[in-house]
């Protein structure tokens, strides 16, 4: 008698129909994951899942939640309409070039930009130190109610930031924005042009 010793498998196939089988074999290609290799699997779900969260979020801060010098009669609130948004907005605006102060900046942004987001409470910040001779307006450029000043201005992209003088010209613009910092270090500079000198 030949006595034919068998070898261990060393390939194992799983095929994609056979994962549901109800009937239980007992073969060299069966084995249970051990508890380390669980928990890593485990710990890479949720690490992809957190990155995927951070990457798409969900939920996007709206730019009008806020107090800011200009809208101190609270008439830009959630929920309005965009004629409503827009009308708010431009009486701003209105306000700001005619009480006197020596500039006024017109930020253009898109509620559905991250970087706009992101900047409120710098914009916050630089007119609560500046409100002596500075007036900050927001501008919807996705509400076509502000087409003239997106053309006058030639606003191509968010945010931008637009200086006007006293009587309602343009200074300054900020460029192209490639980062935060990039648009607060053009922010700076448009400050810079019309800072009154301390004496």
């Known amino acids: 008698m ?17 994962t549901h089988q109800t009937t239980k074999t007992t073969t060299p290609c069966e084995f249970e994951t051990p508890w380390i290799f669980k928990s890593v699997k485990t710990l890479g779900n949720l690490s992809f899942n957190f990155f995927n969260s951070l990457a798409n979020p969900t939920n996007h801060v709206t730019p009008f939640n806020f107090n800011m010098g200009i809208f101190k ?8 309409s965009p004629e409503e948004q827009a009308e708010a907005e431009h009486r701003a605006l209105a306000n700001a070039l005619t009480n006197g102060k020596e500039a006024t900046v017109i930020e253009f942004y898109s ?12 914009v916050v910040e630089v007119e609560n130190r500046n409100s002596d001779w500075l007036n900050i307006v927001m501008a919807d450029a996705q509400n076509h109610q502000w ?3 997106l ?6 992209y ?19 924005p490639h980062s935060r ?5 053009g922010v700076s500079h448009l400050l810079k042009l019309k800072r009154p000198q301390k004496s």
């Open 2 to 18: 030949v006595n034919n010793p068998k070898f261990p498998q060393i390939l194992c196939i799983k095929w994609p129909w056979d």
């Open 73 to 80: 009669e609270k008439s830009v609130k959630k929920g309005l």
């Open 181 to 185: 910092l990039h648009v607060v270090a």
């Open 151 to 156: 053309l006058h201005y030639d606003i191509k």
């Open 147 to 149: 087409l003239p000043e």
């Open 111 to 122: 509620p559905n930009c991250s970087l706009c987001n992101s900047l409120l409470g710098f």
């Open 158 to 176: 968010v945010p931008c930031f637009v200086m006007l003088d006293k009587q309602g010209r343009a200074v300054g613009k900020t460029g192209v």
